[in-house]
T-cell receptor, first 113, second 111 residues
Framework: NAGVTQTPKFQVLKTGQSMTLQCAQD?????MYWYRQDPGMGLRLIYY???????DKGEVPNGYNVSRLNKREFSLRLESAAPSQTSVYFC????????????FGPGTRLTVT | GEDVEQSLFLSVREGDSSVINCTYT??????LYWYKQEPGAGLQLLTY?????DMKQDQRLTVLLNKKDKHLSLRIADTQTGDSAIYFC???????????FGKGTMLLVSP
């Protein structure tokens, strides 16, 4: 099992460009998540999907959109990138409770100039 | 609202014990977690404790939970240089799969 995979690993964008970060999991998990990690800020939840066909906003959703394409895949889209979106983005997935352990991908390092 | 707080940095010598502390504010937390992040990698779950437990031991790791003070700690015995990483405390609430993370504690282990 590959676990949680993310593409790309690195990306540089100019302000105003758009891009989609891809995430896939092969653990048959219902729930998937997108976080951003910034120095001194820990992990902040952007969006999550509790099941196929549903998505919900997290703590910092502005400037992002998501698509739960199927049970395996959950993508994050930046329509018009801004320097404030320079960050490391992590995707995670989790199965059913009660412990809700989340499994993380390796991350995408995004720089917006 | 939920808030999870940790000290930002801890430095120890190899072979010593490390204790990383965390406080949380939501008394309805059901599970509390410790995740480890090595440089350039994602987070990996180290251990977790259910809120009706006071202590959990797993090899070199000991988790202590003080519900009255809403205080969680992670003790690493015989700390090794390979334990150098950022450690995140996180909590989940009953019925919700989302987690709230602290800002992380950077553990530096020197030889």
């Amino acid at each position: 099992n590959a676990g949680v995979t993310q593409t790309p690993k690195f990306q540089v964008l100019k302000t105003g460009q758009s891009m989609t970060l891809q995430c896939a999991q092969d653990m048959n998990h219902n729930s998937m998540y997108w976080y951003r990690q910034d120095p001194g800020m820990g992990l902040r939840l952007i969006y999550y999907s509790a099941s196929e066909g549903t998505t919900d906003k997290g703590e910092v959703p502005n400037g992002y959109n998501v698509s739960r394409l199927n049970k395996r895949e959950f993508s994050l889209r930046l329509e018009s990138a801004a320097p404030s979106q320079t960050s490391v983005y992590f995707c995670a997935s989790s199965g059913e409770g009660p412990d809700y352990e989340q499994y993380f991908g390796p991350g995408t390092r995004l720089t917006v100039t | 609202g939920e808030d999870v707080e940790q000290s930002l940095f801890l430095s120890v010598r190899e072979g010593d014990s490390s204790v990383i502390n965390c406080t949380y504010t939501d008394s309805s937390s059901t599970y509390l977690y410790w995740y480890k992040q090595e440089p350039g990698a994602g987070l990996q779950l180290l251990t977790y404790i259910f809120s009706n437990m006071d202590m959990k031991q797993d090899q070199r790791l000991t988790v202590l939970l003080n519900k009255k003070d809403k205080h969680l700690s992670l003790r690493i015995a015989d700390t090794q240089t390979g334990d150098s990483a950022i450690y995140f405390c996180a909590e989940s609430l009953s019925g919700y799969s989302t987690l709230t993370f602290g800002k992380g504690t950077m553990l530096l282990v020197s030889p």
